[in-house]
């Protein structure tokens, strides 16, 4: 068992396990690092861990043509129905959505989460188990005491964190996250896209996980 993970920029990736496929918050139109196209990209699941628009992306386009069943928080799903999306697996924090290679859960996240104005619901962070690992995709967010909880309950064993500042955690922040966590292998997210963030990762440091800096485009096997 295994699971290919490729960092399409931003906070967006495509984790796939050899027969199913899974994009996490797909911000490839009008990101500026993106190198690859929303054509180019296909799955079965789709999931989003907000509302915000570098983070919803090219859902409708990515997921309407690959006939991908999207999850997400049930403001955001009642949105995408209204795009004309149908395969549609609303959810909330701390529920879990059964998938055929595993499943999605919702875990919190303390930012906000809205899309032209209209509420999207609670921003999440999502815990995918596929191919007999657990991955843990912060989201947006600051750090918060219950990712120790987190930590306890998923046992993630890579985890995908922001390290951008300004709107989610810093570097330093996001090692102390990662410490809570007790990953194995560490993921920076949300950087670099925009001149408003940190331009590296210089000062994510987790104690104990690996750090896997990847870019747009970068693929790598967890066996
Ligand atoms: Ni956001
Ligand atoms: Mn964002």
């Not at 909880?149 to 922001?162: C, H, K, N, Q, S």
């Amino acid at each position: 068992m295994a699971i290919d993970i490729t960092f399409l920029g931003h906070s967006g990736f495509l984790l796939s396990d050899g027969t199913h496929s899974l994009v996490i918050d797909p911000f490839l139109t009008g990101n500026p690092l993106a190198t690859i196209s929303p054509q180019q990209l296909s799955c079965d699941y789709l999931a989003l861990t907000h509302g915000h628009a570098d983070h919803i992306g090219d859902t409708v386009d990515i997921a309407g043509r690959s006939g991908a069943t999207v999850i997400a928080a049930f403001e955001i799903c009642n949105w995408l129905g209204e795009q004309g999306l149908q395969k549609l697996e609303p959810g909330n924090h701390g529920g879990t959505i059964v998938t055929a290679f595993g499943s999605v859960a919702f875990t919190k996240a303390y930012h906000s989460s809205s899309y032209e104005g209209r509420y999207m619901g609670m921003p999440a962070g999502l815990v995918v188990q596929m191919g007999g690992h657990t991955f843990y995709h912060a989201g947006d967010t600051d750090i918060f005491g219950d990712m120790a909880l987190i930590g306890e309950i998923y046992r993630p064993d890579v985890v995908a964190l922001p390290v951008g500042d300004r709107f989610t955690m810093g570097p330093e922040q996001a090692s102390r996250a990662c410490d809570m966590l007790g990953a194995e292998l560490a993921i920076p997210i949300h950087y670099r896209t925009f001149d408003l963030l940190r331009q590296d990762a210089v000062g994510f440091n987790p104690a104990k996980a690996a750090v896997l800096q990847l870019n747009p485009g970068d693929t790598h096997r967890l066996d």
